[in-house]
């Protein structure tokens, strides 16, 4: 199984990207999808996740600001991210694994990252 990800780029604060991340060599209407982001110096943190029941998971950073979805036709996740901020600056991986009760946030549950696309957010 392969995760390929893109949509990162540079945009200004209050703007909005659209981040996807396709799923192939495998099955991916079972899995569960998330999206993490690691700034520089930072540790990886969950930014949001879906399961096959389309159940979303969203952190409390993005909430509200951040969607996550499925297109299962197309064995593809999307981050539609709006009113961004410096601080969402990061690489955004996509990651595949198991849901695990609680611990979803939780990168070390996740058995496949995909290559990590840029997002840059100036004030």
């Known amino acids: 199984v392969q995760l390929q990800a893109s949509g990162g780029g540079l945009v200004q604060a209050g703007g909005s990207l659209r981040l996807s991340c396709v799923v192939s060599?495998?099955?991916?209407?079972?899995?569960?999808l998330a999206w993490f982001r690691q700034a520089p110096g930072k540790e990886r943190e969950f930014v949001a996740g879906i399961r096959s029941n389309n159940m979303k998971y969203i952190a409390d950073s993005v909430k509200g600001r951040f969607t996550i979805s499925r297109d299962i036709a197309k064995a593809m996740v999307n981050l539609e991210m709006n009113s961004l901020k410096p601080e969402d600056t990061a690489v955004y991986y996509c990651a595949r694994g198991p849901f695990v009760v609680g611990r979803y946030n939780d990168p070390v549950y996740y058995g496949v990252w995909g290559q990590g696309t840029l997002v840059t957010v100036s004030s």
């Open positions: 060599g495998g099955t991916s209407s079972s899995s569960f």
